[in-house]
Structure formats: structure tokens, C-alpha cells
């Protein structure tokens, strides 16, 4: 039975069949990656570009990752220190959510777009310590509206990064010294550790 | 850059590493067996309990356990002793037997750390390395044990995940099929490592202590660095009642005991 | 058909099959099925992702060890030692690892609850209501005839039912716990008394002692506090250069304290005072001095016969006296448990007095009160329990209070706790867990649990007086209210003198009146001038202690002159066995439902979530009886089964079982797991009032039925277990 499915397939009509089933499968495939890349919804349409183009500094919502693991996102209390204060809030629709959520006391749940899956242990300090910014992972958030994560967030991404760091090449040791050579091998030791993220 | 992935040695021999990095020193003329550091280490560690049924199977999870073993036992009841409790986690070997039988290299070294690692997500759960472990230190998963409720037949019990409410957000909880064992407190190892590098200095002797010897009521665990022959851990290992556990195997542990008795 | 499937053609379409499949589901990140709630208001001293340490003091059981946990977004996540505590010095045992399990347990009272003894189905109350019921409780009873019955911690909760039932003439609260009864803390607070003419607990230098000679005390186990006394057990073997303490233990059964003694002296169950006096006796000869009163009657070698030991044993023993500089002999556990428990304690003080170490170093002091304690309280013996289920029999108890104690469980069975609860018409239960006093009784109002809780904490034995603080670490997960609380509110609520009784605001105004009498004094572990200043001290710290240690010297004068006589303890029952019951050591009164203390291997037995029968091998191979069989243990009080462990290190003429499971209630961790062996004993109390738990003799018969005991320690191929 089965080599008379064959037989089928490579016939005219079958190879056409084969060929919509491919392109079914494959626009289905490409349809579900489209979705899991659009921003998801979030309790409160939060706009970074406007928070980011007043001038406030990441840090000050997030201050978690000057000393921890994690950023933290920030409590209703700081959200509403800054609002109460501005006229917008009490005549903006969009703003009648979180006037909503602060005066009712009632939690916001945000949906999380840069995430790692919890066998890997990211911690936000020390990539801050090393001189990384912001945006050199989550984008420029000047320039988008609900946040969204422009990365794929996987090992390989991690691990290019860690290894050019760490590379004994001319931009790491433009002038060839053993001590640098041998510091770069120290941290690309620890960089390329397995238990530094996975325990 | 492209990729060039630098499979991981297995064997450790070379001269410049021998000197290892973290070690243990246990005295088991001062453990009294009260399971203190067990208890501590499967709260610090998200280890699951496993139930009566899966107990009696021998599919404990316990990352450390005290031995006791018997002497005099041929003897009359008043001759019978109990030779001293022997706690005993992963020996963290330099030449580890679990890393090369491991297909996916799962269980691999620590090249920073010179210690064994498992990395939880590229098990696939073959079991090579807990057999191939001479101290029987590696445990497996043999189901969901964090979800799974001993005794009931419905596995996911939503009264239940309050007990989850203690779980170390620094620690992986592991799935079922997956290999796990001691990792020396690995997370408090980074910890005060991160701390060290943002005040600018190294890593104080006694700054890392794991769960087990924290809470060992009779102070019978010291950790620390085995490279700094200053440091604690150095000093308690170089009495003369100190040895290593099946160290003909040349397995090279970094776990020393200290013998018990007089 | 024809042409087979070939395995290529078969690899490739499952390859394809799997990818599609992995194309279509396995693209969607993790991140979309989670959700993040920040905090509304973030707490002071809490940062984003870092973690938070509260001092605390644990509440497993009454020997306030201090506490440090780690808590990271509003949960307690790790329990560690308080270093500054000098009661166990930044160490806990594993009872106190394993809180968080009672914390987060599922099993929790969520809500006040109208019980009704557990007839019928229990309904839940708002708070409101609850106060109500204490106040009218409180204001419609004639107080004498209301009863509070107190667990032996927390100490703050003590005090002001103290303060209350002393304000409105009610009686004394009874305290209680299933510990103090294995200690036997009466008989040696008696002891000391006849003897030094001092009512307080005896505080045995072990630390500073080179030869330890132990008479059934399980200090590394349960026995008063354990962690205090394991820290000094290393420092008594490792802690003085080039000279190892020696450590003898005298004990019918191996305990995992024997299993560290250099060597184990397994005498008849009843004799231990016996063979103290006979070595005081022996100590002397070999001194060549006289011998002192107390000893002179004795005959070393008819007690070696009596106690079924090696007259050389004892002679070899007292040369370890004779050769020690700091010798030291504690009593406890099985020892003091007997009929004749009291004059076994008062000979061991005595042979500490031959020792001559008398307030000195690795001798016997006094324990000091705690810093804001008049004079020592112990908890009730057995005896004064009876005397209060008496009391409720003759219907003099309108209403029980219950609060951090469960008698129906820990107290024989054979007293009748709980068929005398029908006499009380209202019974009031503070329980944080269902346990079967709860479960019988006609409210309950569920208190904090202890890491949730204010309060204080006096240590019940150190060298120090401390008064450990406890502050709550997390917000109450569940709909629970502080009893100190509700009391005050009830007291407020029904007025009058009852308002006077206890005129606060709510438990922590409470605390800090019993805490401002210290403020001030120099000698504090810190100074503050005033008391809000103190009280936050007393929290950064995790309490108040003197610096300096207040021990005293027991006058010795009569120790070597009162003629003592202990005898051969008396056995209750015809059995064959002498039964010797025993605190599991990991387990505890109360751990029964905390999943990780089950699962925690017996430190002797490496049993885990069951309870045994320990027997002798040979005693097993006569009786036709193997590992594992279920054995009915009956004594003339009753019979409980449990699976037997052959057991190399017990007399063959003792039977022994761990006391901790056996509930029948208490959540679904604990319930319906092994047996309870209290329910087998029969009443009789040495002249102290303690019960005599080690006094029974019991039979064993064989059922026929077998339970695999889950064991740590290997057995011939772990696939061969069966199902029952």
C-alpha cells in the first residue's frame, strides 16, 4: 500500500500535491515565527520611545542591573511618583489604565520579551560592569513603541560575543603582550565555561 | 565570528591544572550523622523529595548522604561499632570517570572552576555517568519530582505548588530524565566571586561556603580554595589523618577526610 | 504488500514528520506563558533581584537557635544560622533547615475555622467573629475555670498568658511538649533541686571536658539543644591541641549519640544509676581515698551482674576517671525515663561530685534564667498533665486554650487526653497545622507560623542568658492571625479587667514592655538608650545577650553525704521485651510534616518515611521474624505494628522505636504514616512526675504481613522491592 502511495506521489498530480503540502507547512511555519516576533500584548500599552525621549534614564526603572541579576521592573509606586504630577494623566485615554491599576491597587502583569529559559543563569551586573549599554542588547528603545526584543536570545549569540571579547586578536591586544595574551585566555576560560551560565 | 566549537577535554592531565582550584575537607571524627547538611542542601539546591515508594526503589535524590557502615559485626552485640559517619557528595574529580562516557557531553569539566559539571540541558538522561561514578554521587530523575505528589495518583496537584514557594530562584529546577548531583554550591561560588569583582579584590578564604557547611552543626566541613596554602581549607587537609576516597583509581577528588577515632 | 518499507525510507519520513512538527510548535519562546507582577509598593531595604536577610529565631523546637533567611521578592527561600547567636552560633540542625517546608505547607489551617471536633463539616469564620468567641470565652466563664495549655515555645506568647490568666485569676497556663517528656526536664530540675537546693536546669561543660561519660543523655540528637551541645561535642574532641576527649556511652541501644562514643556500654535498661554510683565507688578505690557516703553501700561487682556489664568494664571506665583531668557524667534520655529516674539523676550529680567538678572547667554548673525571667520555669511533667485532664473530668474546665502543643498526639494515649476533651464544652485551638488536637477541636484560630510571627525566645540551656527575637520574615501567606494578637484584641473586646490585663495595642507594644526592662544595662551583647532604638537592635541582631557567661557553682555540701538509692528500675507489664522509645532524630515531636524530614534517612537505621521496629538479629532468628516483617508490639496499655529493622547494636532483651509518626491527622505528609509508640505505654511516673516511658515491657508477635522499609543503606538489589 504504502509503495502505491509512492507510485502516487511521483506522478504529475502527486508531485503538484507534495509541492502544496510543502508550501502549506512551510507558510504555517513562517506564519507561527511571525507571531512569536511581534511585541506581545501587555496589561498597560507602555511606550518606551516617549519615556526614553523625555530623558529618562533606563536605570532609573530598572536600577537592578547595576547590582544584580536582575533589572526589576519597577513598582506601581514609582510609575505614579512621576504621574500624579503630569495633567496628561487624568485626560489621556491610554493613561486611564494605570490610573486604573494604582488606584484600585490592583497588580499589573507584564508580559516578559527578553527572556532566557531558567537553566540559564543571566546576570545583568556584570555584563554592565564590562562596559556593555543597554541597547547593545535590548536595541534602541528611543525608537520603539511597545517593547520588543530585536534578538534571538540563544547560545550561540551569547558565545560569539564572549568569544570576540576574549579573543588574543589586534583589537584585543594590539600590541602583542604575553600578559594580555594570557589574561584574555583567563577570561575566555571563564567565558566559554559551561557552569558559568548552566547550574 | 563563525562558529568553532571547542569540544571540551575530558581528561585532565596536564601539569599546570593539578593543582585543582576549590576543594573540601570533611572530618568524620567530628560528623555525628544528623543529616543537617542534607537537609540544607536540598533547600539551597531545589532538590526534590521523592516519596516512600520511590525511597525503597533507591531513586533518592539526596546530592550529599551520611554513610555509616558497621564493624564488629560477626562479633557479639556488645562488640559491634559503628565506624564514624562518612558524609559523602560529588568528589569533584580532576579525572572525573562520569565525563568521557557521556554522549552529549553533559557531564563536563569546569575549566574556570576545576569542577565537574552537569549542564542539565544537554542531558538526555543515558544514566553512562552514574554508572561509571565510583562514589555514587550522581542522582536521576526519574519524574517530575518537583510537580509530582508521592502517593497520589494525580501527578499535579494544584494545592501542592505552594512547597514550591521556597525554590532557589539561582538554582535550576530540574525535569524529569535528567542527570543531577553536587555542584559545590556553584551559584554561592559565582556569587561571591561577581562580589569580589565589583569590589575590586579576590575571593576571601571562607567567603564561599556551601549549604552543607554552613549549616554542619559540629563544624565537621571547611571549603575553599586547595591552590592558597594559607587558606583553611589547605591547612585542614595536611594533618596525617587526611585521605582521598578510592584514591588508587587516581581519580584525583577534591574532597579530603579526615579518619574518625583516636 | 509487495515491497517493504525500507528503514532509510522510514528514517527519512519520521525525520521530516519530527521537524514539521518541531517548525510548528517549538518556535514559540518560553517568555509568552509568563507573566511578571512587580510589587505595588516595594518594601525599605529591598532591591530589585538581590536578596533580603531577616534575623529570626526558629520555633522547631523550644531551644531558640537563631535564624537568618534569605528572602528574594516577598519569599522565604533559604533558612541559615544566625552567627551573633551564641545558642548555636550561626548552625542549625536540619529540623530548622526544613521550616520552610512548614512555612509553605500545604497542608495549612488557611482560615479561622468553626471545627466542631471535627464532626461534621468544619466551616470557615472571618476574624471578627473569632475574637468574639475568644472574648465571650474570656468574659463568660468564671475564670478559674478557664484553662490555657502552652506549647514550650514561643516564650513572649508565655508571658503574656501568664500576665492575663494572673491579672483575672484564672490558673496558671500548663506548658507542655513531647520533647521536655523524653528529656525528662522535671526530674533533672528536681534533681538539681534535692541536690543543690536549687530548682533550675543543670548545664553540663562539655566543651571543656576531656572524658564525657554519658548515661542514656542523646545530646546530639534531640535532647534539649541539640545544636548548642553538638558544637560543643567538636570542640570537646578536636578543640584542645594534642588532647582528644573521651566519650562514654551508657545505653541499651546504639543512638546515633552512642554511635559516636569511643565506646558503647550496652548495660540492662533500669540500672544506670546503679552502675554510676559503682564507679563512683571503684574512682575512689582506685584513688586510694574515701569513699564518700553516697557510694559506700554499693558492690561494683554484684551491680556488674545486675546491669548484665563486665566488672572489668567498669573498673577499666573509672581508670578513664582516674587518668582525665575534666571528667564529666550527664544524665538523660532512657536513663532518667524509669521509675527510679529521679534518684538515677541525683546519683550521676553525685558521681560528678566525686568528680570533683562542681563549678569547674568541663563540670556541672546551673544554668542561668533567661534575661527577663524572676525564676525558672520548666514545662508540666506528665503528671501535672494528668492532674489537668483530672481537672477537666470532674468538669472544673469550662474552656481549653491550646496553642503550640499537641497532646492527643504526643501524650499517651492510655492518659486520655482525648476522650477527656468531651468534658470541656468549648475548646479553642491556636494550631498553625491540622494536627489531631486541632482537628478535636471546636475552633480553630490559626496563628502565624513561627517565621511569620514576632516574638521572643529564652535559651533553655547556655552559658549565657539569651533572649533570642524572632520578627517576621515574609508577609502571613495565608488568612492567619498572631494569637497575642486575637488575645489582646479579645481581651480588649471583653473589657473590664480583662482590657486592664493586657492594656496594648497589639503584640509587638507587648513585647517591647517585656523587653524595656533591659534597656540600658551594660552588659548587653549592645547598648541603646531608649526602647524603639533597642527594639531595632533587637531585630538587626536577632536578639539580646550578656556578654559574659552566668553560670553559677551548685553548692555541693550535700551531693556525697545523702544516701542514695536507685536501685534496679520497676517494669510495668509481663512482656519479654524491655520497650524503649525513643525521639526519632530527625523527625522530631512536630516533623512529621515536612516532606524533606521525611525524607531524611535515619542517622543509625537510614530508614525514611516509616517507622520501625529495631531488634537484635539473633532475638529476630529466634522468634522466625526477618527484615521487614510487620510485628505487633503489645504491651498491657496496647499494641502497635510496624515493619522490623534487624538492628546489630541493641540488647537482645530490647525492643526499641522511634517516637514522631503515627498520625492520624496533621496533614497529608504525616497522616496515616508507621505508628506511635506512646500509645503502648502505661502510666507510671518516677517521684518527680515524669513519666516513666522507658519502663514497659512488652511482647512481639509475628503478622505475617511485610512492609519494604524504604532504607538509605543498600539492600541486595534494589529492583527485587515488592509491593505489599
Known amino acids: ?199 | 565570528m563563525t562558529s568553532n566549537l571547542e569540544l571540551p577535554v575530558f581528561t585532565n592531565n596536564s601539569e599546570a591544572e593539578l593543582g585543582g582550584k576549590w576543594g573540601m575537607v570533611v572530618d568524620r571524627d567530628l560528623c555525628t550523622g544528623c543529616q543537617a547538611c542534607v537537609a540544607a542542601c536540598s533547600m539551597e539546591n531545589n532538590v526534590p523529595f521523592v516519596g516512600e515508594t520511590d525511597m525503597a526503589y533507591g531513586r533518592g535524590m539526596h546530592w550529599i548522604r551520611v554513610e555509616r557502615l558497621w564493624e564488629g559485626l560477626e562479633a557479639d552485640y556488645q562488640e559491634v561499632k559503628m565506624t564514624s559517619y562518612q558524609p559523602l557528595m560529588c568528589q569533584q574529580c580532576h579525572n572525573a570517570p562520569c565525563e568521557p562516557v557521556c554522549p552529549v557531553y553533559a557531564a563536563v569539566h569546569s575549566m574556570s572552576e576545576d569542577i565537574n559539571l552537569q549542564v542539565y540541558n544537554r542531558c538526555v538522561g543515558t544514566r553512562y555517568c552514574a554508572n561509571n561514578c565510583p562514589y555514587q554521587a550522581r542522582v536521576f530523575n526519574w519524574r517530575d519530582y518537583t510537580d509530582y505528589r508521592p502517593g497520589n495518583t494525580a501527578d499535579n496537584d494544584p494545592s501542592w505548588s505552594v512547597l514550591q514557594n521556597h525554590l532557589n530562584p539561582d538554582v535550576t529546577v530540574r525535569r524529569r530524565g535528567v542527570m543531577e548531583k553536587c555542584t559545590f554550591c556553584i551559584q554561592r561560588i559565582h556569587k561571591a566571586e561577581d562580589t569580589a569583582k565589583s569590589e575590586g579584590r579576590d575571593v576571601r578564604d571562607g567567603e564561599v561556603v556551601p549549604a552543607c557547611a554552613q549549616a554542619c552543626p559540629a563544624n565537621a566541613i571547611t571549603f575553599g580554595r586547595i591552590d592558597d596554602p594559607e587558606s583553611m581549607v589547605s591547612k585542614a587537609a595536611e594533618t596525617s589523618r587526611g585521605s582521598l576516597l578510592l584514591e588508587e583509581m587516581r581519580t584525583q577528588p577534591r574532597v579530603t577526610y579526615l579518619a574518625g577515632g583516636a | ?724
Open chain 1, 1 to 199: 500500500m504504502i509503495k502505491k502511495l509512492f507510485e502516487w506521489l511521483l506522478s504529475p498530480m502527486g508531485r503538484v500535491a507534495v509541492l502544496i503540502g510543502a508550501l502549506s507547512v512551510f507558510s504555517l511555519a513562517a506564519y507561527g515565527i511571525y507571531t512569536t516576533q511581534q511585541p506581545p500584548e501587555q496589561p498597560i500599552a507602555f511606550r518606551h520611545d516617549i519615556h526614553v525621549n523625555l530623558g529618562v534614564q533606563c536605570l532609573y526603572c530598572h536600577p537592578g542591573a547595576l547590582r544584580g541579576a536582575s533589572p526589576g521592573l519597577p513598582t506601581q509606586n514609582k510609575c505614579w511618583g512621576c504621574h500624579q504630577q503630569i495633567a496628561k494623566t487624568n485626560t489621556s485615554p491610554r493613561l486611564a489604565v494605570l490610573k486604573d491599576y494604582v488606584q484600585n491597587n490592583k497588580p499589573v502583569q507584564w508580559v516578559p520579551v527578553a527572556q532566557v529559559p531558567d537553566f540559564v543563569h543571566f546576570k545583568h551586573r556584570p555584563h554592565i560592569a564590562a562596559g556593555l549599554n543597554c541597547e547593545t542588547c535590548h536595541g534602541d528603545m528611543s525608537k520603539v513603541e511597545i517593547a520588543e526584543n530585536p534578538q534571538v536570545m540563544n547560545m550561540g549569540w551569547c558565545l560569539n560575543c564572549h568569544r570576540d571579547r576574549t579573543a588574543d586578536n589586534v583589537q584585543n591586544n594590539p600590541d602583542n603582550d604575553p600578559g594580555v595574551s594570557a589574561l584574555l585566555h583567563e577570561k575566555r576560560t571563564k567565558l566559554t565555561d559551561c557552569g558559568t551560565c548552566h547550574y
Open chain 3, 1 to 724: 504488500m509487495s515491497k517493504q518499507l525500507s528503514r532509510r525510507d522510514f528514517l527519512k519520513l519520521a525525520t521530516a514528520g519530527a521537524a514539521t512538527s518541531a517548525v510548528l510548535t517549538g518556535c514559540g519562546p518560553a517568555s509568552r506563558y509568563v507573566k511578571r507582577e512587580p510589587y505595588m509598593k516595594m518594601p525599605e531595604y529591598t532591591y530589585n533581584g538581590l536578596s533580603t536577610y531577616y534575623a529570626t529565631t526558629c520555633r522547631e523546637c523550644a531551644a531558640a537557635c537563631g535564624l537568618v533567611v534569605r528572602t528574594m521578592q516577598g519569599r522565604a527561600i533559604k533558612v541559615e544560622g544566625n552567627a551573633e547567636n551564641p545558642v548555636n552560633l550561626g548552625k542549625t540542625c536540619a529540623r530548622g533547615q526544613a521550616t520552610l517546608q512548614g512555612l509553605y505547607n500545604p497542608d495549612r489551617v488557611e482560615n479561622p475555622t468553626q471545627q466542631g471536633r471535627g464532626k461534621g463539616a468544619a466551616s470557615q469564620m472571618d476574624w471578627d467573629a473569632a475574637i468574639q468567641v475568644v472574648a465571650e470565652a474570656l468574659k463568660n466563664n468564671d475564670p478559674s475555670e478557664i484553662a490555657f495549655l502552652m506549647g514550650t515555645a514561643p516564650d513572649h506568647l508565655f508571658d503574656l498568658v501568664s500576665d492575663l490568666a494572673n491579672a483575672i485569676g484564672a490558673p496558671a497556663p500548663v506548658r507542655f511538649g513531647a520533647l521536655s517528656m523524653f528529656e525528662s526536664r522535671a526530674t533533672l530540675s528536681r534533681a538539681a533541686e534535692e541536690l543543690f537546693g536549687q530548682s533550675a536546669m543543670p548545664y553540663f561543660d562539655i566543651a571543656n571536658s576531656d572524658l564525657v561519660l554519658s548515661f542514656g543523655a542523646n545530646f546530639l540528637e534531640t535532647w534539649i539543644s541539640p545544636v548548642s551541645f553538638t558544637r560543643e561535642y567538636a570542640q570537646m574532641r578536636r578543640g584542645k591541641p594534642r588532647k582528644r576527649g573521651y566519650f562514654v556511652q551508657f545505653e541499651s541501644r546504639m543512638s546515633q549519640t552512642a554511635a559516636k562514643a569511643d565506646e558503647w556500654v550496652p548495660l540492662r535498661p533500669g540500672t544506670e544509676g546503679l552502675v554510676a554510683l559503682a564507679i563512683g565507688k571503684l574512682v575512689a578505690e582506685a584513688k586510694d581515698t574515701a569513699v564518700p557516703a553516697s557510694f559506700e553501700a554499693i558492690d561494683p561487682a554484684e551491680v556488674a551482674r545486675t546491669a548484665d556489664v563486665k566488672l572489668e568494664t567498669l573498673e577499666h571506665i573509672a581508670q578513664l576517671v582516674v587518668d582525665s583531668e575534666h571528667p564529666l557524667a550527664v544524665p538523660g534520655g532512657t536513663a532518667v525515663g524509669q521509675t527510679n529516674g529521679l534518684a538515677t539523676a541525683e546519683s550521676v550529680l553525685a558521681l560528678n561530685a566525686q568528680f570533683g567538678n562542681y563549678g569547674m572547667t568541663g563540670g556541672v554548673y546551673i544554668s542561668p534564667l533567661g534575661p527577663n525571667q524572676d525564676e525558672y520555669h520548666r514545662p508540666a511533667s506528665p503528671e501535672e498533665m494528668l492532674n489537668l485532664i483530672w481537672k477537666m473530668k470532674d468538669g472544673k474546665v469550662k474552656v481549653l486554650f491550646i496553642h503550640g502543643v499537641n497532646p492527643v498526639f504526643e501524650l499517651p494515649s492510655h492518659l486520655g487526653f482525648l476522650d477527656t476533651l468531651q468534658y470541656v464544652p468549648q475548646v479553642i485551638s491556636f494550631a498553625t497545622f491540622p494536627d489531631e488536637t486541632a482537628v478535636a477541636s471546636d475552633y480553630i484560630f490559626p496563628d502565624h507560623h513561627g517565621l511569620e510571627s514576632w516574638g521572643y525566645q529564652r535559651a533553655v540551656v547556655s552559658s549565657q542568658p539569651v533572649l533570642s527575637g524572632a520578627q517576621p520574615v515574609i508577609s502571613p501567606f495565608f488568612n492567619t492571625r498572631a494569637t497575642a494578637d486575637v488575645l489582646i484584641a479579645a481581651a480588649q473586646q471583653a473589657g473590664g479587667q480583662f482590657a486592664e490585663a493586657l492594656p496594648f495595642a497589639d503584640e509587638v507594644a507587648f513585647i517591647q514592655s517585656k523587653l524595656s526592662p533591659l534597656v540600658g544595662d551594660p552588659d548587653g551583647s549592645f547598648l541603646a538608650p531608649e526602647i524603639n532604638m533597642f527594639s531595632a537592635y533587637f531585630q538587626q541582631h536577632g536578639g539580646w545577650w550578656k556578654n559574659d557567661p552566668a553560670l553559677s557553682a551548685p553548692i555541693a555540701s550535700g551531693a556525697l553525704t545523702k544516701k542514695l538509692d536507685p536501685g534496679v528500675a520497676e517494669f510495668s507489664g509481663e512482656g519479654e521485651f524491655f520497650f524503649v522509645p525513643f525521639v526519632s532524630p530527625t523527625i522530631g515531636e512536630a516533623g512529621a510534616n515536612k516532606p524533606w524530614l521525611q525524607e531524611l534517612p535515619d542517622p543509625t537505621t537510614t530508614v525514611t518515611w516509616n517507622t520501625w521496629v529495631e531488634m537484635n538479629p539473633e532475638t529476630a532468628h529466634e522468634l522466625g521474624i526477618d527484615n521487614d516483617d510487620i510485628v505487633e508490639v503489645m504491651s498491657e496499655a496496647g499494641s502497635v505494628q510496624a515493619a522490623v529493622y534487624l538492628y546489630p547494636a541493641i540488647r537482645p532483651d530490647v525492643i526499641a522505636m522511634p517516637f514522631g509518626q503515627g498520625h492520624t491527622a496533621y496533614g497529608q505528609f504525616a497522616a496515616g504514616r508507621g505508628a506511635n509508640p506512646v500509645n503502648i505505654l502505661s502510666i507510671h511516673f518516677n517521684a518527680a512526675g515524669d513519666l516513666a516511658f522507658a519502663g514497659v515491657k512488652v511482647n512481639v508477635k509475628k503478622t505475617g504481613r511485610k512492609h519494604e522499609l524504604a532504607r538509605m543503606e543498600g539492600k541486595v538489589g534494589v529492583y527485587e522491592f515488592r509491593k505489599e
